[in-house]
């Protein structure tokens, strides 16, 4: 299922909704170390891509062994791949510098409820399918199932039961990255525990949506600090869309929603420009495969020592604003 270019924001009979841009440079390098002499590498590097909200261009990209860039064929996310069968050095470094112009993304009129594109593509079936099935982490059937059925109970329309979910997620959950547990985006976990970062609240979204017959995805890339004109980014950040007969996919941010809750109407619906999206979907087979077993999700690198996961990978990521964001009318 290739990514789909299949929602544009035209406003027709709606009052008009301004949106944003931000351009940045974004870089996003990191180091093999400690690898033991003679043994095969092989690695896999998620790399953004250009799409409806996002425009990508690569001014820079170097490492110490050639790289290539392939395609994962479910989902259309671009990798670049590099390997060696014999390593000659105890450190290998990659880096990737991107151009970057994120434009907002506002498919409901978060002041009305109502919904902003009204121009789509049918959504092709097996994208649909695809869209329903159960992750490893993220059942569609049991606990997610019952919760969704009790918190949509008397509605009918997808609309008002995705958005009965949203508000369920988001006063049941607790942004907390304390213990262990989170970050895996476990659904039983989220559900059990109540708390966990970006992952776990959307997890838990995309679960109980697809249990109602409403197909969701999940997407990954990084943040962008609102109040920085540049600055190093510690970790990814996540979020979510889902999919409506005649309305197209719908964006939602639930976590930044739980941390800025005076915007709680506005990420039912949108996505603001602080973020860059890097990759799409879990479970994730590699081109070319890995031979571990599938990527749970796919924001950073993926290292292979003599077939085995390879953990030991120094992560740097940083951006700065390129000019001043300004609004598109």
């Not at 049941?172 to 547990?181: A, C, I, N, P, W």
Request: net charge negative; charged share 25%.
């Amino acid at each position: 299922m290739l990514r789909k270019l299949c929602v544009f924001l035209f406003v027709l009979t709606l009052p008009s909704v301004a949106q944003e841009s931000r351009h940045i440079t974004f870089h996003y390098a990191f180091t093999v170390k400690n690898l033991p002499a003679g043994k095969k590498v092989r690695l896999w590097i998620p790399a953004a891509q250009s799409d409806a909200y996002q425009e990508v261009k690569i001014l820079a990209a170097n490492g110490d062994l050639p790289v290539r860039k392939t395609r994962e064929s479910k989902y259309g996310n671009e990798i670049y791949f590099a390997e060696t069968g014999s390593a000659t050095q105890p450190e290998l470094h990659f880096d990737v510098e991107y151009d970057v112009v994120r434009h907002e993304r506002v498919a409901l009129n978060p002041a009305a409820h109502l919904v902003v594109s009204t121009i789509t593509k049918d959504l092709p079936n097996k994208e649909r399918q695809d869209d329903l099935q159960p992750d490893a982490l993220v059942p569609v059937t049991g606990l997610p199932a019952d919760l969704a059925a009790k918190v949509t109970q008397g509605k009918t329309q997808p609309l008002d039961k995705a958005r009965a979910i949203y508000d369920y997620v988001f006063t049941t959950m607790r942004y907390d990255k304390t213990g262990t547990g989170w970050g895996h985006g476990d659904v039983l976990y989220a559900c059990d525990a109540r708390k966990g970062n970006c992952t776990d609240f959307h997890s838990l979204f995309i679960a109980m949506a697809r249990s109602q017959g409403i197909p969701a995805r999940f997407e990954i890339g990084f943040p962008l600090p609102p109040d920085k004109h540049s600055a190093e980014i510690a970790g990814y950040h996540c979020w979510s869309d889902f999919y409506i007969d005649g309305k197209g996919w719908i964006p939602v941010d639930i976590s930044e929603a739980w941390k800025h809750s005076e915007k709680r109407e506005y990420f039912f619906g949108s996505h603001d420009v602080n973020r860059v999206q890097f990759s799409m979907g879990r479970d994730l087979r590699v081109n070319p495969p890995q031979e571990g077993k599938p990527l749970n999700y796919f924001v950073y690198p993926y290292v292979e020592v003599d077939g085995q996961e390879y953990a030991n990978v120094s992560l740097a990521f940083s951006f700065a604003d390129a000019e001043p964001a300004v609004a598109m009318k």
